[in-house]
């Protein structure tokens, strides 16, 4: 299964944002099992880079995202993830649509993010971490 982290998940890993690091590693941690592929996008990265900088320093925070980003996939955001955005009527925040668009393209069938209303336009299942791992992780591990 594909699946999709948003920047807030990467966010909560990098800076060890409790309560939420816990669901945030436990599903980066997906990379090492054959049963998901882990994607996120650049702009994630570059977000989640950012907030990582504020916390720890841009030298501790590229150190981060290189480790990070090693694990996971990464996913294009072209001129296709653009123009579907601008061209979505039903989208209002430009960068959530490039995430969606990114993720999309990459055959995602879920997005992870603890912002799950600010996907309301999408067409794929977005849900937040906690419940990611309640329905697809711990329900798999009891088969």
Same mark, same amino acid.
């Not at 807030?8 to 945030?24: G, R």
């Not at 996120?40 to 980003?69: E, H, N, Q, W």
């Not at 296709?80 to 995602?108: H, K, M």
């Given at each position: 299964?594909?699946?999709?982290?948003?920047? %807030?998940?990467?966010?909560?890993?990098?800076?060890?944002?409790?309560?939420?690091?816990? %669901?945030?590693? &436990?599903?980066? +941690?997906?990379?090492?099992?054959?049963?998901?592929?882990?994607?996120?996008?650049?702009?994630?990265?570059?977000?989640? #880079?950012? #907030? +990582?900088?504020?916390? +720890? !320093?841009?030298?501790?925070? &590229?150190?981060?995202?290189?480790?990070? *980003?090693?694990?996971?996939?990464?996913? %294009?955001? =072209?001129?296709?993830?653009? +123009?579907?955005?601008?061209? %979505? =009527? &039903?989208?209002?925040?430009?960068?959530? !649509?490039?995430?969606?668009? *990114?993720?999309?393209?990459?055959?995602?069938?879920?997005?992870?993010?603890?912002?799950?209303?600010?996907?309301? #336009?999408?067409?794929?299942?977005?849900? =937040? *971490?906690? =419940?990611?791992?309640?329905?697809?992780?711990?329900?798999? *591990?009891?088969?």
């Amino acid at each position: 299964m594909k699946i999709f982290l948003d920047a %807030n998940i990467l966010i909560a890993v990098l800076n060890k944002e409790y309560p939420l690091f816990t %669901n945030a590693a &436990r599903i980066i +941690s997906l990379t090492e099992n054959n049963k998901f592929k882990v994607y996120t996008s650049p702009l994630c990265l570059a977000i989640a #880079f950012y #907030f +990582s900088g504020k916390k +720890s !320093g841009d030298a501790v925070a &590229r150190k981060k995202i290189a480790i990070m *980003s090693q694990q996971l996939h990464i996913c %294009n955001t =072209n001129a296709i993830a653009v +123009s579907n955005t601008i061209q %979505n =009527n &039903r989208i209002l925040d430009f960068e959530d !649509g490039l995430q969606y668009y *990114s993720a999309v393209d990459a055959g995602c069938k879920i997005i992870i993010t603890e912002d799950t209303e600010d996907f309301y #336009f999408a067409d794929i299942e977005v849900i =937040n *971490s906690e =419940n990611f791992l309640k329905q697809y992780v711990y329900h798999l *591990s009891k088969k």
